[in-house]
């Protein structure tokens, strides 16, 4: 790398951003970091301000402000307040790089600003694809913006496909850990509470996108992605349970060969990968040891025992703001859930009625894809109510 990289973490008291700030912690003369921003940690993003003093940073609840403000501002740094702060300061010249790690829908506003200033995109936040998968993908090839996949499986089929030096792939292979149910019948999975459905086995992450992996929404969502970021239909993404979380992915092609991306479970050199590229760095991390792994095994997801995995393939053939509608409905339903307001099998019955009730516009502007979700969240919420 010549030079230092100029980062904005969008998130940065999240697992993702938190990781992101470890990457720069080991490469302080590669890396930069020159906006933090938070939604509710104010403590933290202090904390992370004094550590690597950003030139701003925003806290996202306004009613923070004071707080946040008080601590920063005599380090001279800049403390804004609000989401429109974010999409007004990722358009600052002196940031390359846009690292989103937001949790849910509200990713794809400021993502949306970041490409239309030019910026690279680092992605983490999947709802971003997932409900407007055609506008940013359109927006981005329109300014010439590369969107970097920050997942794990993602950037294991981006390196599968760098690997394989331009030849035509016929199925990407999206594994899957399988959760915390995997082994549990339908009928124990339907009581789980929600302090269960948070043990994930191999991840550490925030509640919302644990809750979605244990009901499979998350690799829904994930197959939503691949679609946008390697321009294939549902059609070619197979997913697979693979409970060790060794394989992040694989890639098939032709002729039959299948290459697979390997390492320990740590979102560290995911978002390494994404911050360097195309160079690879060394990384402080434990490395993969193949006689300690022992087996690799693989099994067939159960749609039964996890619907939204079907839902979400249901919604990227449908198209249009179905997918945006699906999100919407799910942000709703697992924030109930995480309340103890509804069951377990109340998300995706909640998902499915949404989906079936949301006007359908095929092609929806930016303005149509931020009514379908405000729309869609409000219905749902009023569906947890009536729980």
Known sequence: MTGKRHIAILGSTGSIGRQ????VRQHRDLFEVELLTANNNSQLLVEQAIEFNPGSVVICNEEKYDEVAEVLQPKDIKVFAGMDSVCSLVKAEDIDIVLTALVGFSGLRPTISAIEAGKVIALANKETLVAGGSLVTELAAKHNVPILPVDSEHSAIFQCLLAAGGNRFTRIHLTASGGPFRTWEKDRIAKATRNEALKHPQWTMGAKITIDSATMMNKGFEMIEACWLFNTGPEKINIVIHPQSVIHSMVEFEDGAVLAQMGHPDMREPIQFALS?????ALDNRKLDFASVGSLTFEKPDSGKFPCL???FEAIKKGGN???AMNAANEAAVAAYLEDRIGFYDIPDIISRCMGEVS???????GEILSTNDETYARAAEMCRQR
């Open 277 to 281: 590229f195309p160079e690879r760095l």
């Open 310 to 312: 079907e839902l979400a």
């Open 322 to 324: 179905i997918p945006c």
């Open 20 to 23: 992101a700030l470890d990457v």
């Open 360 to 366: 359908f516009i095929r092609k929806p502007d930016i």
